[in-house]
């Protein structure tokens, strides 16, 4: 695709979120080991959920899609060879690699952009441990496994990524003997770990959780077949509560307030700047007059950082982002990504190993800047876009199919205008 070139607008009306991407790798992964057919509902199809959808065919469930409907019979047997594609998805990929153990499935596991510099040591360290051979090449993903892994106590960091803990957590019920995975340093990212144990409970596991601190694991357990219907992503939600409180006027139809996304913190923390959130007829919208300054903690809501950098882009005062080291390691370096953002726009940035600090000003310019083939990058920075004196250039817009390919149609039925440069 060519580079776009994004002009101001007022961004206004109603917009139906897609679905957590989260939630569907979750419900998909469970139904595919479990016994018997599932429907999983609501799918918000993208690149990483196709991703595993391929990887759990993969290993031998049998998945058909119609629209926005999964059918999943799930594997009677694990594959003997598996050849699996994880695209640019760092779920995908991590929680795959430990349910490739449960059996000893050779498994050659291949990927795109960056995710082969994704750091994977903490399977490496566990594979050393467990007599599982392994090979890799640095920078690119082309990772060849094979061994099985066998239970035990697995002492996990809880500030790297809590995706590991999840790729454990679907694979060691299937194993013969308890498990136990003691978290050694402070859980960050929570919510998610809650995502993923309320999805194992609907699907049968059972897992007892010791305050975050140690999961004890039951051995010889069976997933069991169940429907599922997946709830609006709050991580998407964001680009949009954000331009309400910028200005802009859009009311999402399908939020659950009540969900356990860690990303609804959105809310709050938008709140805390002085926005509103408004219950209309037709849903939720942000509202508000002015936002003011405030210290956001990035290591719990890692994802709607991006975003969060657009609102005190706008901001009265200094914004301070803490705690925001493990940025630097998703589909691009976002912490630096979000300050050159900003930055190319006349805002002030200074950005630290962990943090950046943010001075809102009142009015913004365009410019030139690349998505760093980062779809929450390429979405902040569309909205950001809406509220410059001049026109922004983005490089490459279509990395945001990895998440929500039709973002860009939707931002267009709301307003927002842009062209190829």
Do not use: W
Not at 39 to 53: L, R
Not at 91 to 98: A, E, I, W
Not at 188 to 206: C, N, P, R, V
Request: charged share 25%; net charge negative; proline share 3%.
């Amino acid at each position: 695709m060519k580079p776009i070139c994004i002009e101001s607008s007022k961004l206004q009306g109603l917009l139906a979120l897609p679905t957590s991407k989260s939630l569907a790798h979750r419900a998909i992964i469970c139904a595919s080991l479990s016994k018997g057919v599932s429907v999983i509902g609501d799918v918000s199809m993208s690149k990483d959920i196709e991703a595993t959808i391929g990887c759990m065919r993969a290993l031998g469930a049998h998945i058909v899609v119609k629209g926005s409907t999964v059918t999943i019979e799930g594997l009677s047997s694990f594959s003997k060879e598996a050849e699996m594609n994880c695209e640019e998805s760092g779920s995908t990929l991590r929680f795959m690699v430990p349910l490739a153990c449960v059996k000893g499935t050779k498994t050659h596991f291949t990927g795109k952009g960056q995710l082969g510099k994704r750091p994977l040591d903490i399977y490496y360290d566990i594979f050393d441990r467990k007599g599982i051979s392994y090979s890799y090449k640095k920078d690119v993903l082309d990772l060849h496994v094979e061994g099985t892994l066998t239970p035990g106590t697995f002492h996990m960091r809880g500030d790297v990524s809590s995706q590991f803990i999840t790729g454990l957590l679907f694979a060691l019920p299937l194993l013969e003997g308890e498990s136990h995975i003691v978290i050694t340093t402070k859980l960050e990212s929570k919510a998610y770990i809650d995502l993923t144990l309320q999805m194992l409970e609907h699907f049968g596991i059972t897992i007892i959780n010791e305050n975050y601190e140690r999961f004890i694991i039951p051995p010889h357990q069976q997933y069991h077949a169940a429907n599922y219907n997946v709830e609006a992503d709050f991580s998407q939600s964001a680009f949009f509560l954000v331009a309400d409180a910028i200005g802009h006027d859009i009311t999402l139809t399908n939020m659950n307030l009540s969900s356990r996304q860690g990303d609804r913190d959105i809310i709050p923390i938008l709140e805390r700047m002085g926005a509103k959130l408004i219950k209309t007829d037709e849903g939720y919208k942000m509202e508000a007059e002015e936002l003011k300054a405030t210290t956001i903690d990035a290591s719990q809501v890692p994802d709607i950082i991006p975003a969060l950098g657009v609102a005190c882009a706008f901001a009265k005062g200094t914004s301070h982002i803490i705690n925001a080291q493990r940025l630097r390691i998703k589909e691009c370096d976002r912490l630096e990504a979000t300050r050159i953002m900003l930055e190319t726009c006349g805002v002030q940035v200074k950005e630290t190993e962990d943090s950046l600090t943010i001075i809102g000003q009142d009015s913004l310019h365009g410019g030139k800047l690349i998505s760093f083939n980062d779809h929450r990058m390429a979405m902040s920075e569309a909205i950001l876009a809406t509220r410059l004196t001049s026109p922004l250039e983005i490089d490459d817009a279509l990395c945001v199919r990895k998440s929500y390919p039709h973002f860009f149609e939707d931002y267009k039925k709301l307003g927002g205008q842009y062209h190829e440069c």
